[in-house]
């Protein structure tokens, strides 16, 4: 058993992590990173990079209608509370920290064009989501590009892999880099199981390393940012999360929850713990889900064969229909050849048609009929019948799909409506769809500082927490694109300045 003293130690290496560690680093405290797999970037590695950090000089240069003020009245109408200090603070923090962050050569961000979730005032045409540039291969070191979770479609099913990093990719790449540069330090393979108390002050942490347990000690603190309980069946059931640890995003043996857990038990309070960032889930022939967005064509039904919402919804509000009934898990993607028989969506990973087909995944049949009679969909034939006569008129009077910008963002139909594309090119398919999800939501109840805060209000002296360690500032609700990164990387910022304050 060895014993080591940094500064600040970090927990987990995701976005808010890395943005957490490099900043404290920069600031001049000895940082280390602790991270239970022997890779880093956890889920922010398969993300998409979009990070929702409104009014910053990004959103500026490209000239969209951006700014701190229209984020705000955005979220005054999608959240069902007031603003709270936390949606302030973020506000106000969000433009400062990519100024700082762009300052560093490592860093380049540029706008995302991809719509945002709600049609409220505020809202930006085409979103306010910025992003990491990519970054190649051979412009970052050995040592970082070696240490990089793949891509999900590598990681999981052992597809791809590009010579130039996007996403969330370049996002870890460019944080790593940028930590290792200045002198912070990773240490793989470190579980970190609890805290070390002592005078009710967090001073470190104990982990299971492959040499053995160690404890490691911080003069500063304990950033948290290890992602949420998602790949915990216990604690999934304990608070009702909808989905399955077996479904969710997030690599496998990676977020269980335990320092929420050890948190709660030094007297941290939680919130929204019932909440996931939702989304359907194509089903894969191991039993996985496959975070699935942007329908171009085909319907997604019941267990009776019944539509029962707008298939084009942001995809957490999709899970969030999903969720509402047990008739909804699984559903099925009801599709035609319009695609030559690939899936009309994006599915991360898709999967290969055939090995769906022989899993039994995926059904291909040469009529709806015969769809509906395998798999006891009593009223997909009718169905079918009303979507396409919608797609014809271009009015979808069931659920408006194609009202909206998102809806259209992908969409490819050249109906009057081209989110409308009518079911009717044989062979037919189905997709068996799961509720997946990109993390849990709930966790410890932070300050407008990062840190930890008890029922009453009172910080626990030493313990601080981001990413989906922290619970969601915007509660049940995702705004668009980039939310879970951009809020990390904001309390990851403001828990450094504080924990800069704090003598050792
Ligand atoms: C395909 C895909 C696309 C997405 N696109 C976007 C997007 O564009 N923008 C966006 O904002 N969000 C996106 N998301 C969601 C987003 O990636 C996650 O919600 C977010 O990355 C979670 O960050 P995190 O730091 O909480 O967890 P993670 O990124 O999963 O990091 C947690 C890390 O902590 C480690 N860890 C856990 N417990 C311990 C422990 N006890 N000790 C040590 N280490 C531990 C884990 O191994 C893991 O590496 C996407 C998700 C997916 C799957």
Redesign the pocket.
């Known amino acids: 058993m060895s014993d080591m003293t940094w500064d600040v130690v970090v927990?987990?290496?995701?976005?808010?992590?890395l943005i957490g560690a490099y900043l404290a680093q920069q600031a001049g405290l000895n940082t280390v990173v602790?991270?239970?797999?022997n890779l880093v970037?956890?889920?922010?590695a398969?993300?998409?990079?979009?990070?929702?950090l409104p009014g910053s000089d990004v959103q500026q240069r490209a000239g969209i209608s951006d700014s701190t003020e229209s984020a705000r009245a955005y979220l005054e109408a999608l959240l069902p509370q007031p603003l709270s200090d936390q949606i302030e603070a973020f506000l106000a923090e969000a433009p400062r920290l990519v100024a700082q962050l762009e300052a560093d050569e490592a860093f380049a961000w540029e706008w995302l064009p991809f719509p945002e979730y709600f049609d409220a005032p505020g809202r930006v045409t085409m979103g306010r989501s910025i992003a990491p540039v990519k970054i190649r291969r051979d412009e970052l070191p050995e040592n970082v590009e070696a240490l990089v979770r793949p891509p999900?479609e590598l990681d999981r099913v052992g597809a791809g892999g590009r010579r130039t990093l996007s996403?969330?990719q370049s996002l870890i790449a460019r944080a790593l880099n940028a930590f290792l540069r200045d002198g912070g330090t990773v240490l793989t393979e470190?579980?970190?199981?609890d805290y070390v108390v002592e005078d009710g002050r967090v001073v470190g942490v104990r982990?299971s390393t492959p040499s053995g347990p160690e404890t490691i000690r911080a003069s500063r603190g304990v950033l948290v940012?290890?992602?949420?309980f998602e790949g915990s069946p216990k604690l999934r059931q304990q608070h009702g999360v909808p989905g399955a640890a077996g479904w969710t995003?997030?690599?496998t043996g990676?977020?269980?929850g335990?320092?929420m857990e050890a948190a709660i038990a030094l007297g941290a309070e939680v919130a929204h713990m019932t909440e996931a960032?939702l989304c359907p889930g194509l089903e894969q022939p191991d039993g996985g889900g496959s975070?699935t967005l942007g329908f171009r064509s085909g319907v997604m039904v019941d267990a009776q064969g019944r539509r029962y919402a707008n298939e084009c919804l942001p995809y957490d509000r999709f899970g969030s229909e999903m969720a509402a009934s047990p008739d909804r898990i699984p559903s099925y993607l009801v599709f035609d050849s319009c695609e030559g028989g690939r899936l009309p969506a994006i599915a991360?990973p898709e999967g290969d048609p055939e090995e769906h087909l022989a899993a039994g995944t995926w059904l291909r049949t040469d009529t709806l009929a015969e769809l509906a009679d395998k798999l006891d969909l009593t009223d997909l034939e009718s169905t079918v019948d009303r979507f396409n006569t919608f797609a014809e008129s271009g009015v979808d009077e069931d659920f408006g799909r194609g009202s909206d910008e998102y809806d259209t963002f992908f969409a490819g139909g050249d109906g009057p409506n081209k989110a409308l594309v009518p079911i009717d090119a044989p062979p037919f398919y189905a997709a068996r769809f799961v509720l997946s999800d990109?993390?849990t939501k709930g966790g410890l109840v932070t300050d407008v500082h990062g840190r930890v805060v008890r029922a009453d209000g009172e910080p626990i002296p030493g313990l601080y927490a981001t990413?989906?360690?922290a619970a969601s500032i915007f509660g049940p609700v995702y705004p668009g694109?980039?939310?879970?990164?951009?809020k990390?990387f904001v309390f990851a910022s403001l828990a450094v300045q504080h924990l800069t304050k704090e003598s050792s």
């Open positions: 927990v987990g290496s995701g976005g808010g992590a602790l991270e239970r797999t970037g956890g889920t922010s398969y993300s998409g990079g979009a990070c929702w999900v996403g969330g470190h579980h970190v199981t982990a940012a290890a992602g949420g995003m997030a690599p990676t977020n269980s335990e320092l960032w975070f991360m990109l993390g990413s989906n360690s694109p980039g939310a879970p990164l951009g990390a």
